[in-house]
């Protein structure tokens, strides 16, 4: 079905009325305060879609979780199982995600190990974990590098001052220290050097 469709909603403050809700787009309840947003929302969408995931689980693990109750409708279609994200100030961090919050991300990371690959634990699925993490943003999502262009005038030479940082101007410790190498040449635009030229002169500013 393209829509979740309520009949006779008779919940709380709610006068038996029949709502079309559609489904895979994002979808906002406005009205003033006690109109029925929360109730929609969350005693008839969530506890029917809770209600019947439970349904759906082992006597056992149902068990284990809490229960909700049938919403006082007469009938609901197209619902499928829900989760839902509480009204309340939000703790986490920089790494905290949808999926954290919600914990669904942890039965993901559990299925991916278990039907995915075998040989992984759900550790090589979290980007919290150094096992998962991608190796240059740590897990962040974010990659910290220099930007060259920033540094370097590329159209300059070495005696025009093509490196921007103050220790590295012309007649500078530094710069006499690095000529006295005879590893570069001091007459040559930047944008001239080779990578391994480019590589050998970093090093030898860098010691």
Known sequence: MDSIIISGAKEHNLKNIDIEIPRNK????VGVSGSGKSTIAHDIIYSEGQRRYLESLSTFAARMLQRTERPDIDEIKGLSSTIMVNQRP???NQRSTVGTVTEI???????FSRAGSKKLSSAHFSFNNPAGACKICKGIGEELTIDLNSFVDFDKTLNQGAIKHTLFRPGSRYMNILKTTG???FDKPIKEFTKKELKRNAEQCSM
């Open 26 to 29: 994002i979808t906002c309840l």
């Open 90 to 92: 939000m703790h986490g």
């Open 105 to 111: 991300y942890t039965y993901l990371r559990l299925l």
């Open 183 to 185: 590893q570069a040449d």
